[in-house]
């Protein structure tokens, strides 16, 4: 369990981290795209081949969290099953069928003074992230950080800690094996919270900090960052249903964005029915209680169906991360638009429907990381997309906004080739 050190030393401690994983970055920023893949390759093999010991750590977990009546929606988020570590093994080996894209040039010129210009992506360089009850992202993070040629801290928090310690070991195990430092991939949870204040604030640490959790965790480190930060957002979403939405298509996508894994961030949390859509409606409702969803509905809905909550004020900017779902009959587009403007988190809003112009209009007005027309919100997600997998999934509009793959953990450099030429 995690240490118990005064703040000086542990902030100490954090800056040799630090120092390491910068020293280790600078072997990697030159590899081969052959050798960050044979990285991958063996980061894959070696999951597969401790998959046991992982396992029993996260049982070891899993275990500690149910006697600290941890939630459910936590626990399914901490728990991995021999599938989804299959499912790791599978995004280390769509990172290596991706195109690297350190070196690639954005764009270039000859200015009229013979000097050629070339602006090329390269590594953010040390990517600390801070995440929580998520032992999968240890493995998404660490591969993105080797592809795209950065090195990674991990503060995966102590409902995870076990299961991280011993994923981290055989992720820097399998980077050794390939001739890579093993400190490309360090792990800071034996310093508990005073290593993740440290690596917040400590300047000149991580180039770059990324939250990844619910929404007292990312608040935190905003407010109290003294390095750069991407936010990554809780996801109140909603969908849609238009008074033109095919009925079978509503009844699919909001079963599907709500009850196909509720403790995601790209779950949807709000229904919004079109007042003329009721048999619609009222099918989607039923087959969301019969799963077991608790409804918290507004007045007009509640005239639709039995055994629902009476919604409240705080009820539309409330992320369940459960099997609950906030429910609100529209009288037209533009009422939707209002209340997905007004509680939004901009992370990924669905609408369904059949006319072609309303599904521009929602398109064009909703300002959200991810707007989807007639499918689930469950598919915001880098695996989904192509990206191999993701870093986490941004809602802010600097440098990266939605799922965060390889391109979004580069930066770029201007590079200027000349002959002698001086300024006048």
Known sequence: MTAQLDSDSVTAQIAAVTKAARTAQKSLASASRADKDAALAAMAEAIDANR?????????????????????????????????????????????????????????????????????????????????????????????????????????????ETTNGVTISVLRKALESRGLPADLIQGIDQWGREGANALITYRGGVDVLIPRGGPGLIRAVVDNAAVPVIETGAGVGHVFVDASANPQKAVDIVFNSKTHRPSVCNAAETVLIHKDAKETGVSVLNSLQHAGVVLHVDQTAATWIADAVAATAEDWSTEYLDMQMSVKIVDDIDQALEHVETYSTGHTEVIVTENLSNAERYVADVDAAVVMVNASSRFTDGGQFGLGAEIGISTQKLHARGPMGLEELTSTKWILRGDGQIRD
Not at 68 to 92: M, N, Y
Not at 108 to 113: E, K, Y
Request: net charge negative.
């Open 52 to 160: 046991a010991a992982i396992l029993e750590a996260n049982a070891t977990d899993l275990q500690r969290g149910r006697e600290q009546h941890t939630a459910e929606a936590l626990l399914d988020r901490l728990q991995l099953t021999d599938e989804r570590i299959d499912g790791l093994v599978s995004a280390l080996g769509d990172l290596a069928a991706l195109p690297d894209p350190i070196g690639n040039v954005m764009r270039g010129n000859n200015l009229p003074n013979g000097i050629r210009m070339q602006q090329v992506r390269v590594p953010l360089g040390v990517v600390g992230a801070i995440y929580e009850a998520r032992p999968n992202v240890t493995v998404d993070i660490a591969g993105i950080g080797i592809k795209s040629g950065n090195a990674v801290i991990l503060r995966g928090g102590s409902a995870a």
